[in-house]
């Protein structure tokens, strides 16, 4: 089971996420957010613990030059493209960064999921399935909705994938066992306030996910 905690954007947040056996941290490149943090943030977090959990920068229909900027200052393990990036743009960021890139989705059904894959699977390195956000939304993720996790149970996926969407330690373990999910991912759910995160949340969803 990997677990990722996205939106870190403090040192205590980063510390006890990787202290308690997060596999990826994830930061917000995309000032909307409240999460959002500029590269030089994500540079001093990530030296807080050099040889910890991955990071996974998040974008949101960014262009190369950005992403590139980031990378300027702070290294990142994975890319995490969750716009309306089509599988060309996916592929091609992949190419030209030469780094492990993640594509999220949003779905609501299982015909959706199935698409997806179809469109997604054979470009991304990984998948995430989240929750499609709420009608006059900001964010494309992080916003405490859930998903019918059964849509996701048996979903014949060729890479590595992570359920996200209104998770939260209470659920996890439930939402695991109904998707069979082999990872998953938490923002809002481990926050004590919008954008600001709960040390004691972040080791229960690890340790909840974990026990499941």
């Not at 920068?57 to 190369?64: H, M, S, T």
Request: neutral net charge; glycine residues 10%; hydrophobic residues 50%.
């Amino acid at each position: 089971m990997r677990v990722k905690i996205c939106g870190v954007n403090d040192p205590d947040a980063f510390r006890i996420a990787a202290e308690a056996g997060a596999d990826l941290l994830g930061f917000v490149f995309f000032p909307p957010s409240p999460r959002a943090v500029s590269p030089g943030q994500a540079a001093r977090l990530a030296a807080l613990a050099p040889d910890g959990p991955e990071r996974v920068g998040l974008f949101v229909d960014a262009e190369d030059a950005a992403i590139a900027a980031v990378l300027a200052a702070v290294r990142l393990d994975i890319l995490q493209l969750h716009g309306s990036e089509t599988p060309d743009r996916v592929a091609a960021v992949r190419a030209h960064f030469g780094l492990r890139v993640m594509k999220a989705v949003g779905i609501a059904t299982r015909a959706e999921a199935e698409a997806a894959v179809a469109r997604y699977g054979p470009v991304a390195d990984l998948m995430m399935f989240d929750a499609k956000p709420p009608p006059g939304a900001l964010l494309p993720g992080g916003n405490a909705v859930p998903i019918d996790w059964t849509i996701l149970r048996g979903l014949d996926v060729p890479v590595p994938w992570l359920l996200a969407g209104g998770l939260t330690p209470a659920n996890v373990a439930q939402a695991i066992a109904a998707s069979g999910a082999p990872g998953v991912d938490v923002s809002s759910g481990v926050e004590r306030a919008r954008g600001v995160k709960d040390p004691g949340l972040i080791r229960a969803f690890i340790a909840a996910a974990r026990g499941a």
